[in-house]
């Protein structure tokens, strides 16, 4: 007797996306090793895939400000979404991969 089917890889849907955003916006950003940089306010991503581009600190630490961080065009300052490597309550981001 065979066990039930695997589920197939379904897309997100935007409802996935809006969740997914919603959920991250406003957590604090740390690193590694636990240095505060600041909260999400925005996250930048390209429309036409859905990729994850910048995480838009809100609120950047004095730590966050002194690493000379790359900033939009409004002057937020923006961490690389690949720089994340964890989601939690905290986004965990790697601090190499930043600067």
Do not use: C
């Amino acid at each position: 007797m065979a066990g039930p089917s695997p589920q197939p890889n379904v897309a997100k849907t935007s409802e996935d996306e809006k969740k997914f955003s919603k959920n991250i916006l406003g957590k604090t950003v740390v690193s590694k090793t636990g240095k505060r940089f600041g909260e999400v306010g925005d996250i930048v991503f390209e429309t036409s895939s859905g990729e994850l581009i910048h995480i838009v600190l809100r609120n950047p630490t004095p730590y966050a400000d002194k690493m000379e961080l790359e900033k939009s065009k409004e002057g937020y300052t923006l961490i690389p979404f690949s720089a994340v490597i964890a989601l939690g309550d905290f986004v965990v981001v790697a601090e190499e991969d930043i600067v």
